[in-house]
């Protein structure tokens, strides 16, 4: 498996994804944070914190190392806009991967997850 360096993306017409930064962490805290976030997601807690994120970041880094995540930023592509996250945990001895994904409430509603 190909692993994503810090100078890829991946782009299309509407969106760009790119490796999940701690540059991303002012762009993310608002939208993460929203309770709706939590509602609909299984691993995010509400409220979010800046040390929540600095927690997971601190587990992300060391999964992404051993080639067990891959965890990408979306950036909405005609403004550069952070709008939310998909990652893969990758499971090499079943031969699997899960995907999960949040998109910012702001951001709901435009097809960019469907």
Same mark, same amino acid.
């Given at each position: 498996?190909?692993?994503?360096? %810090?100078?890829?993306?991946?782009? #299309? *017409?509407?969106?760009?994804?790119? @490796?999940?930064? /701690?540059?991303?962490?002012? =762009? ?5 944070? %929203?309770?709706?976030?939590?509602? #609909? *997601?299984?691993?995010?807690?509400? @409220?979010?914190? /800046?040390?929540?994120?600095? =927690? ?5 880094? %060391? ?52």
């Amino acid at each position: 498996m190909q692993r994503m360096t %810090a100078g890829r993306e991946i782009r #299309t *017409t509407r969106l760009v994804l790119r @490796p999940l930064d /701690r540059a991303h962490l002012d =762009q993310m805290l608002p939208l993460i944070s %929203a309770r709706e976030i939590a509602a #609909t *997601t299984l691993r995010i807690p509400h @409220p979010y914190t /800046r040390q929540d994120a600095e =927690q997971y970041f601190e587990v992300m880094e %060391a999964e992404i190392e051993k080639g067990k995540m891959l965890r990408l930023s979306i950036f909405v592509a005609s403004s550069d806009e952070y709008c939310g996250s998909v990652g893969l945990h990758i499971e090499r001895e079943h031969e699997r991967a899960e995907m999960g994904y949040w998109i910012g409430v702001p951001y709901w509603g435009r097809g960019y997850a469907s």
